[in-house]
């Protein structure tokens, strides 16, 4: 079977409409693969209630073209799912994407062929499809994970997962809801939720610190005037340690004093964004002390705002510091176990033992309900790699490739993997994604254009590049309090087998630092990479 294609791309969210447009514009023949039925990716498939950026929206939109960011209005500081949804959709139309795109096409399997330099694809209907590239665009938080629980497919009420969230809205009027998680994509929801819910029950593994979003609506005229700015807003982002508008305090913790540090903070849990977490003192999250002192002053608001002390001192985490963990955004979130229909349940001193059909059973309890709701996060950076049967040369399995942790040459390649690079892949820069994803695919079509106009068919990172690469990624890690703690960011997820040792899955240098060394290889004419 003959190529059919130059690139096949998997994944038609951020990141794989990207990579359609610039491969297109250098005269490329591409195909895009999408489960779902429509464009958006993270947008498409978490419809949950109170779903939204933790970016500003207008450092998050592309960048690339001047008349996107003319022709499109923000209507709040941090987009909501929905609007985002129809951001992607004017993208997708504005560039006449679809024509390329293959929507309820699931890539079940890509083996790399030696002797005919391409990648055959199967989708889940059996269909075949060859390409000389493939290139995965299929993000660091694709894949849901359900928790291990006896009796989930028992219940007989209306429960879904918060990233497969059904497209009609889920009424809650007067309803007995439980949420199970208290993660990102939990906290936004119980928030929700908890406004028209007869009874509303969260069930607690592991408290997350988390700080005001203090979103608010965007004017016409006052998007008139972020326009204006644009481009000083975006090279911000290109100059900070992780591409948001927020980068930490030149300053550290333990120099100011202690009023200065007080005020510092009031300022910063004050403000819109991540300040409280990207915008804090350069060594809270090195130095356990400087962590202590930032830990106890969050601490000290959630109990200013949860009335009942035995409830804040249950939401307050014990077992990691702030910012040690990715840092969920919320508005009110605190306050909302403060109302008479909304109960804590810490399933660590009582834990759940089956979902039953009229609800769940703790170990000390019965609960009726009407609708449950896993908050249960994902398998994230490489579960949405181990969904695909992805083999590269003597057949070898990725899977097995990335055993103890994922091993990449820049993120973008891995060895015995010729002619497949991954967009937002493990050891990349991530921080505000989609300024990471316009560098990541720029840098990938570059490589793909670069091997066309050379009469190139082979392209596959070294061995010793993959080594000093992952050890560089290890080595940028040491130090830092987030990879002493269980979280997704440190390849922990106990709801799948395997994944319960910590690995350095993801890039902890800044993205200035990142692009620096991508672009070194580019000037360098890709000499690093064996092509041929």
Same mark, same amino acid.
């Given at each position: 079977?003959?190529?059919?294609?130059?690139?096949?791309?998997?994944?038609?969210?951020?990141?794989?409409?990207?990579?359609?447009?610039?491969?297109?514009?250098?005269?490329?023949?591409?195909?895009?693969?999408?489960?779902?039925?429509?464009?958006?990716?993270?947008?498409?498939?978490?419809?949950?209630?109170?779903?939204?950026?933790?970016?500003?929206?207008?450092?998050?939109?592309?960048?690339?073209?001047?008349?996107?960011?003319?022709?499109?209005?923000?209507?709040?500081?941090? +987009?909501?799912?929905?609007?985002?949804?129809?951001?992607?959709?004017?993208?997708?139309?504005?560039?006449?994407?679809?024509?390329?795109?293959?929507?309820?096409?699931?890539?079940? /399997?890509?083996?790399?062929?030696?002797?005919?330099?391409?990648?055959?694809?199967?989708?889940?209907?059996?269909?075949?499809?060859?390409?000389?590239?493939?290139?995965?665009?299929?993000?660091?938080?694709?894949?849901?994970?359900?928790?291990?629980?006896?009796?989930?497919?028992?219940?007989?009420?209306?429960?879904?997962?918060?990233?497969?969230?059904?497209?009609?809205?889920?009424?809650?009027?007067?309803?007995?809801?439980?949420?199970?998680?208290?993660?990102?994509?939990?906290?936004?929801?119980?928030?929700?939720?908890?406004?028209?819910?007869?009874?509303?029950?969260?069930?607690?593994?592991?408290?997350?610190?988390?700080?005001?979003?203090?979103?608010?609506?965007?004017?016409?005229?006052?998007?008139?005037?972020?326009?204006?700015?644009?481009?000083?807003?975006?090279?911000?982002?290109?100059?900070?340690?992780?591409?948001?508008?927020?980068?930490?305090?030149?300053?550290?913790?333990?120099?100011?004093?202690?009023?200065?540090?007080?005020?510092?903070?009031?300022?910063?849990?004050?403000?819109?964004?991540?300040?409280?977490?990207?915008?804090?003192?350069?060594?809270?999250?090195?130095?356990?002390?400087?962590?202590?002192?930032?830990?106890?002053?969050?601490?000290?608001?959630?109990?200013?705002?949860?009335?009942?002390?035995?409830?804040?001192?249950?939401?307050?985490?014990?077992?990691?510091?702030?910012?040690?963990?990715?840092?969920?955004?919320?508005?009110?979130?605190?306050?909302?176990?403060?109302?008479?229909?909304?109960?804590?349940?810490?399933?660590?001193?009582?834990?759940?033992?089956?979902?039953?059909?009229?609800?769940?059973?703790?170990? /000390?309890?019965?609960?009726?309900?009407?609708?449950?709701?896993?908050?249960?996060?994902?398998?994230?950076?490489?579960?949405?790699?181990?969904?695909?049967?992805?083999?590269?040369?003597?057949?070898?399995?990725?899977?097995?490739? #990335?055993?103890?942790?994922?091993?990449?040459?820049?993120?973008?390649?891995?060895?015995?993997?010729?002619?497949?690079?991954?967009?937002?892949?493990?050891?990349?820069?991530?921080?505000?994604?989609?300024? +990471?994803?316009?560098?990541?695919?720029?840098?990938?079509?570059?490589?793909?254009?670069?091997?066309?106009?050379?009469?190139?068919?082979?392209?596959?990172?070294?061995?010793?590049?993959?080594?000093?690469?992952?050890?560089?990624?290890?080595?940028?890690?040491?130090?830092?309090?987030?990879?002493?703690?269980?979280? #997704?960011?440190?390849?922990?997820?106990?709801?799948?087998?395997?994944?319960?040792?910590?690995?350095?899955?993801?890039?902890?240098?800044?993205?200035?630092?990142?692009?620096?060394?991508?672009?070194?290889?580019?000037?360098?004419?890709?000499?690093?990479?064996?092509?041929?």
């Amino acid at each position: 079977m003959q190529p059919q294609h130059d690139v096949i791309v998997i994944g038609a969210g951020i990141s794989g409409l990207y990579q359609l447009h610039t491969l297109r514009q250098r005269g490329f023949k591409v195909r895009v693969f999408e489960t779902g039925t429509g464009v958006g990716g993270t947008w498409y498939w978490n419809r949950y209630p109170g779903a939204r950026f933790d970016s500003e929206s207008y450092s998050y939109g592309y960048s690339f073209s001047k008349e996107l960011l003319d022709e499109w209005d923000w209507t709040e500081h941090f +987009s909501p799912q929905p609007k985002t949804l129809e951001y992607l959709n004017f993208v997708a139309d504005k560039l006449d994407l679809r024509r390329d795109i293959q929507f309820n096409a699931r890539v079940a /399997a890509a083996h790399w062929r030696e002797e005919t330099r391409d990648w055959h694809v199967t989708l889940d209907d059996g269909s075949e499809h060859v390409a000389r590239f493939l290139v995965t665009a299929i993000g660091p938080l694709s894949t849901p994970t359900w928790p291990k629980i006896e009796g989930i497919d028992s219940f007989g009420g209306v429960s879904c997962h918060t990233a497969r969230y059904p497209k009609e809205p889920i009424d809650f009027t007067g309803k007995k809801v439980a949420v199970i998680g208290t993660g990102a994509t939990g906290i936004q929801t119980i928030q929700e939720v908890a406004k028209t819910a007869g009874t509303l029950t969260v069930f607690q593994r592991t408290p997350n610190w988390a700080a005001p979003l203090h979103n608010a609506t965007i004017s016409k005229a006052e998007m008139a005037e972020i326009r204006t700015q644009y481009p000083d807003i975006l090279k911000r982002c290109q100059e900070t340690f992780s591409c948001f508008l927020h980068t930490p305090d030149s300053r550290a913790a333990l120099e100011v004093t202690p009023a200065e540090r007080e005020a510092h903070w009031e300022k910063l849990y004050g403000s819109k964004g991540f300040g409280m977490w990207q915008g804090n003192f350069r060594d809270i999250l090195v130095d356990r002390k400087a962590n202590a002192l930032v830990s106890e002053f969050v601490a000290r608001k959630i109990r200013e705002r949860v009335k009942d002390p035995a409830t804040a001192e249950k939401l307050i985490p014990k077992n990691h510091g702030f910012g040690t963990r990715r840092v969920p955004l919320e508005t009110r979130y605190f306050e909302v176990y403060n109302q008479p229909n909304v109960r804590l349940v810490d399933i660590k001193e009582t834990p759940i033992e089956r979902i039953t059909p009229n609800g769940l059973q703790t170990s /000390a309890e019965s609960f009726d309900f009407d609708i449950i709701i896993y908050a249960t996060g994902f398998d994230a950076i490489t579960g949405s790699f181990d969904k695909i049967d992805l083999r590269g040369t003597d057949g070898r399995t990725l899977k097995d490739t #990335w055993t103890g942790g994922p091993k990449t040459w820049l993120g973008v390649q891995v060895e015995g993997f010729p002619n497949m690079f991954m967009v937002m892949g493990p050891h990349t820069a991530l921080g505000n994604i989609p300024r +990471s994803i316009e560098y990541n695919v720029e840098w990938v079509t570059d490589v793909i254009a670069h091997m066309r106009d050379r009469g190139l068919t082979r392209a596959e990172c070294r061995p010793e590049g993959v080594k000093e690469w992952t050890d560089h990624v290890v080595a940028l890690g040491e130090g830092l309090l987030s990879n002493e703690v269980d979280s #997704w960011m440190t390849g922990i997820n106990r709801n799948v087998d395997g994944k319960t040792v910590r690995t350095v899955a993801r890039y902890s240098g800044s993205a200035p630092a990142y692009r620096a060394r991508c672009d070194a290889v580019a000037t360098g004419g890709y000499r690093e990479m064996a092509l041929s």
